[in-house]
Structures are given as structure tokens and as C-alpha cells.
């Protein structure tokens, strides 16, 4: 069975730092183009960011020079990498893979003061 299980949320302060991390299992992600989602409280899921199977990666403007997506097919793991962190940051995060539309359960990332 195909999952991916995502980790790392947490409460930070704005301004602040967080990794998120996607653990894939059933499948390797070495050929696989991963996405990361969020969902705020009462709004839709949006798009995030994506890294392709070369480590190309593309941001949403909202998170362009915040954001940092990597990959470590050795461990068959995505990272979100968060920094100066903002209120609107708030959501829940998932991880996706792409072609196979496989969601994880998603990680709590709440900035407030």
C-alpha cells in the first residue's frame, strides 16, 4: 500500500523556522514529482510547491524565498523547509505524490505570537 505520512509541525513564533517532512512507504520516490499542499482554517487546500524527479523545484509566490523544498531519495523522504515564518502560514500541511494522487494525513503548523 502507497502512503505518505507527513511530520514536524508544530507552534512557532513569527519569524520563526520549521521542517516538515514527508515519509513515503509502498512506493520509491526517486521517480516520482512530490507536492506540498496547505490548508488553512476555513479556506481552501492550496498549492504550495513541487519538486521534480531532477530536484527542480517551483514555489507558489506566497512562500517564493520562504520555502524550501528538498528530497532525499535514500530515505524516501521529502522536506519542507520553512523560515520567516508568517501568521498566514498557518494550515494544515500535506504532502501528495503527484502522479499517483496520494495524500498523507497532513501536519498542524500554527504561527502565532
Known amino acids: 500500500q502507497v502512503q505518505v505520512v507527513e511530520s514536524g509541525g508544530g507552534l512557532v513564533q513569527p519569524g520563526g523556522s520549521l521542517r516538515l517532512t514527508c515519509t513515503a512507504s509502498?512506493?520509491?520516490?526517486?521517480?516520482?514529482?512530490m507536492e506540498w499542499y496547505r490548508q488553512a482554517p476555513g479556506k481552501q487546500r492550496e498549492w504550495v510547491g513541487i519538486?521534480?524527479?531532477?530536484?527542480?523545484?517551483t514555489y507558489d509566490d506566497s512562500v517564493k524565498g520562504r520555502f524550501t523544498i528538498s528530497r532525499d531519495n535514500t530515505k524516501n523522504t521529502v522536506t519542507l523547509q520553512m523560515r520567516m515564518l508568517e501568521i498566514d502560514d498557518t494550515a494544515v500541511y500535506y504532502c501528495?505524490?503527484?502522479?499517483?494522487?496520494?495524500w498523507g494525513q497532513g501536519t498542524q503548523v500554527i504561527v502565532s505570537a
Open positions: 501528495r505524490i503527484r502522479v499517483l494522487g496520494v
Open positions: 509502498g512506493i520509491s520516490i526517486e521517480n516520482q514529482s
Open positions: 519538486i521534480g524527479t531532477l530536484g527542480d523545484t
